[in-house]
């Protein structure tokens, strides 16, 4: 068996078709996908991905969050393995490749190995994390934040969807809550595979990034209480409009973002206006402010401004304010010793590359603190992503899947 050298590739078409047949469950209404976590379309999702992990040999695994795990055994069952994987589940108005790549690019990853007849030492694993997206149930990257410690199982399956349907009761309707305790396994490395999702590489001109951080982020969940009136008949001066109050406060978020320019983003995403009918006066607004950065002290310096300019904006309008946390991680710094393997593979295949910061958050940012994890991204068409129009090329998907390929060989170790 010839070491993996720069002729060893994937099966571009095959992974192409496997992309493409997934994104035909839970499809959105303009191309892309709606294949929410824990949906039946989720489920369905699931079943054609075990499916297709038992036709390429491997065992199943499914931890009580509902986290699956495929295993290739290794020649040495000791050898604690590597992992590989992503998220199947979308936003809403998601895309086709958004998590879905990492997932069928390990796929694709073990079906070449399967191929060529390599061995490995250490076994090798194919991961499907749950609710990575946290559109449904928040926060993001819930079920890897469970199994790196950061939440507890009960804090997760207690999170309710917009129509206060409970994560654990909706896991456990589908069919998918496993027997494992969630974080038992132990990883020698985790290696993510993920589209960039912003336009750095395509501008760039480069096909892989080496990504070697992870910005930070905050949700902040804001409810401004005032009081429904009508539209028509209250004076001005007599409106406790939380409506405005929200209005009033995006505006801020997005002013305090641009003040800390370069690496500072921020958003407001989701309102529900209560009781939002076109002649009442909100008297109820909860909304949640994204505020991100890769430098810690800007992190926690737009927290702070936002919940000053949140509180101050409720007193101007004389409404109530009460502001949670409903998601939070610090800037990571991925493994130094992955990061050169996934360089070193993308040099060896000959693949324009540069170093890159991520700017969205993933399910490696929580694995990250309880194994070596590192990313590869492939770039994305004018940066677009959580939108249906979310698209990459076979071209960039096939190299990235190379560049796994090669990171995980190196890793777990090809057997002569
Ligand atoms: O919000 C994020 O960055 C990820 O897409 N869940
Ligand atoms: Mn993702
Ligand atoms: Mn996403």
């Known amino acids: ?73 290794g020649t ?75 939440h ?20 456990a309707r589908i069919g998918w809550v496993g027997d494992e305790v969630v974080g038992a396994r132990k990883m020698k490395a985790m290696f993510e595979l993920h589209i960039e999702q912003g336009p ?11 990504v070697t951080h992870g910005q930070g982020l905050w949700w902040l969940e804001i409810t401004l209480t005032g009081k429904d009136a009508h539209t028509g008949s209250t004076p001005m001066n007599m409106r406790v409009n939380a409506g405005l109050g929200m209005a009033r406060i995006t505006e801020r978020v997005h002013q305090i973002a641009m003040s800390h320019q370069p690496n500072a983003v921020g958003a407001v995403g989701q309102v529900f206006v209560h009781p939002n009918s076109r002649n009442v006066i909100p008297g109820k607004v909860v909304f949640t402010v994204d505020i991100r950065s890769p ?17 101050a904006v409720a007193a101007e309008l004389g409404l109530g304010c009460s502001i949670e946390p409903v998601g939070h991680f610090d800037p990571v710094t991925f493994n130094p010793d992955l990061v050169r393997v996934v360089r070193g593979a993308a040099e060896k295949l000959g693949y324009a590359h540069m170093d890159i910061v991520s700017g969205a958050g993933h399910d490696a940012c929580w694995i ?31 190299a990235g899947t190379d560049v796994l390929l090669h990171a995980v060989l190196e890793v777990a170790e090809v057997v002569e």
């Open 1 to 73: 068996m010839p070491a993996p050298g720069e002729n060893l590739r994937i099966n571009p078409a095959r992974l192409w078709d496997s992309l493409m047949d997934m994104a035909k469950i839970g499809p959105g209404i303009a191309g892309g996908c709606n294949r929410q976590t824990l949906t039946d379309a989720d489920g369905e999702g699931r079943h054609l991905f075990k499916r297709w992990c038992e036709a390429a040999g491997m065992t199943m695994g499914v931890d009580t969050m509902g986290n699956m795990f495929f295993t290739r055994p």
């Open 295 to 311: 430098e810690q002290a800007k992190l926690d310096a737009m927290r702070a401004e936002v919940e000053r300019a949140a509180h």
């Open 200 to 210: 750095i590489l395509e501008a760039e001109g480069k096909t892989i990034g080496v």
């Open 76 to 150: 040495d069952p000791e050898a604690l393995p590597v992992y590989m994987g992503s998220h199947l589940d979308t936003q809403p108005t998601g895309g086709k490749y958004d998590g879905v790549l990492g997932v069928l690019g390990a796929l694709e990853v073990v079906r070449t190995m399967n191929d060529m007849g390599v061995t490995t030492r250490h076994p090798i694993v194919v991961t499907n994390w749950t609710n990575e997206e946290g559109a449904r149930f928040a926060p993001a990257m819930l079920a890897s934040g469970v199994f790196a410690g950061i």
């Open 368 to 398: 990250n603190r309880v194994a070596p994890t590192t990313m590869i991204m492939c770039p994305c068409v004018d940066g677009l992503s959580h939108n249906e129009a979310e698209e990459i090329s076979p071209e960039w998907a096939a």
């Open 152 to 171: 507890t199982e009960d804090y997760a399956k207690s999170r309710l969807d917009p129509e206060g349907k409970a994560f654990g009761d909706e896991l």
